[in-house]
């Protein structure tokens, strides 16, 4: 049948680099982190909490894991990934930041009975929607190299 296994359905994408993982180690340990380089024995990563960088040995991923990034076809880290630079972390935060509004004001909706305290919260969903999506643009961009 080809490419196809099934009628009707594509096929998966194969995941290419730059990929963001959550990544558990051999001990269990969890890493939030972008994969921006791999070779045949360890990842570049770039962590998502603060934007360090460092490389890591395959070996150290928990097997699962392993089997994910062995999917990855080898590539060199560039010089300098986006995610390191102070503009992608204030960006991140500021993500960060509508999204907790935007729960703020849902809890709110959820939880009043007041029509006109209702309406201002939607209003204020509305723009926080609209920042969000131009946050996630500014991001895209800002991870293009």
């Given amino acids: 049948m080809g490419e196809f296994s099934h009628p009707g ?10 990929l963001r993982l959550v990544l558990t180690d051999r001990d269990g340990r969890t890493l939030d982190a972008t994969i921006v380089g791999k070779s045949s024995t360890s990842i570049t990563l770039v962590r998502t ?4 960088r460092f490389d890591l040995a395959v070996t150290r991923l928990s097997d699962s894991d392993q089997t994910r990034v062995k999917l990855l076809d080898n590539k060199v880290a560039p010089t300098k990934h986006p995610m390191e630079s102070s503009l992608y972390r204030m960006a991140q935060s500021k993500l960060e930041d509508v999204e907790d509004s935007i729960v703020e004001q849902l809890a709110i909706i959820d939880s009043t009975n007041s029509e ?3 309406r201002s919260a939607y209003s204020e969903l509305k723009r926080l929607k609209a920042e969000r999506l131009e946050v996630e643009n500014e991001l ?6």
């Fill in 140 to 145: 895209r961009n800002l991870e293009k190299f």
């Fill in 49 to 52: 909490a603060d934007g360090k």
């Fill in 116 to 118: 006109i305290k209702r």
């Fill in 9 to 18: 359905r594509f096929p998966e994408a194969k995941p290419t680099i730059p």
